[in-house]
């Protein structure tokens, strides 16, 4: 009975073995992870770590785009006084007109060799015969009076002279004020080479620099990079440009923007034309159909020739057939600052009875000043 027994037990406990242990197995089976597999990745790139709680996160962010601020307008210079902080761009002129004549008046004896270098100096800084003539006369007189002369009392002497030769009556005055119903034009002639489109740029700062608001034209429609050359200068003090296809008809362009700026109620047109030789008349012919094209909506306030007053006196040639076409009003001297001719001043007015408005005195964008003929002669004879 008790072998009976014990095989009972023995039997019992092999069938809960049979029965439990393969359960385990399945569980265990069950809840191991199932194994991953190595996808191809494209070349280049890393894997990344996977997470339970659901799909990586992009890493790429969509970026919306920035809009760039524009860039910030240009403050030209006030034009009050500029024309005394350019003095020392006269510094060449100084050397033949100022010193040079001072050098000479103050010699102990002033004799007929002193004044022909007086008279030499001035002809050579093309203060032109009949001024030359008149100065000297006046010169020797006035010396002659004086008796004893004090380097003080003759700087005093000369600078006075050349002031009235500079006929200081003259009005200088840039008209670009506006009427109550359209704004005041300006146009501006020259011949190549002259640096007109800047000079135009830079007297579109000028204008700005006064409070004017001003709208460019580009009529100068033969020259490629002029329009390119002019929106430039405009757009940095905030100046609309008005233009026309390349070899279009530049008196189209010069109505267009007149008509455009009645509409925007400017203060100031400003009408760049193109260069002209005075040879040509044809292209002169062309540059009085401007003017008139432009005077169906009002007259032309202000026409300035632009002249380079390192061309001595065949500038003086150049202008009168100018002013024979398109009756000039104000004179725009450029490039003093180069030339120890600083008597072109006196000699243009002279012969043209035209008075200098405004001189360019260097290539910075501030660099052309309102004429003024004491400041500009008191910069020709420097310190005593």
Known sequence: MLVISLAIVVVAILLVAALVVPRRRRDRIVSAPPPVRDVPRPPGTTATAVDERGPPAPTDTLELPVEEAPPALEVPEPTAG???????????????????LLSVLSREKLDEDAWEEIEEALLTADVGIGATTEIVDRLRTRTKVLGTRSEGELRALLAEELVTALQPDLDRTLHSIPTEDRPAVVMVVGVNGTGKTTTCGK???????????????????????????????????????????????????????????????????????????????GLMDELGKVKRVVERQGPVDETLLVLDATTGQNGLIQARVFTEVVDVTGIVLTKLDGTAKGGIVISVQRELGVPVKLIGLGEGADDLAPFEPETFVDALLGEV
């Open 203 to 281: 007297l579109a700062r000028v204008l700005v620099a006064d409070g004017r608001t001003v709208l460019l034209g580009a009529a100068d429609t033969f020259r490629a990079a002029a329009a390119d050359q002019l929106q430039t200068w405009g757009s940095r003090v905030g100046a609309d440009t008005i233009r026309g296809p390349e070899g279009g008809d530049p008196a189209s362009v010069a109505f267009d923007t007149v008509k455009q700026g009645i509409e925007r109620k400017v203060d100031t047109v400003l009408i760049d034309t193109a260069g002209r030789l005075h040879t040509k008349v």
């Open 82 to 100: 500029r024309l005394l902080r350019l003095r020392a761009r006269l510094a060449r002129s100084q050397s033949s007109l100022g010193h040079g």
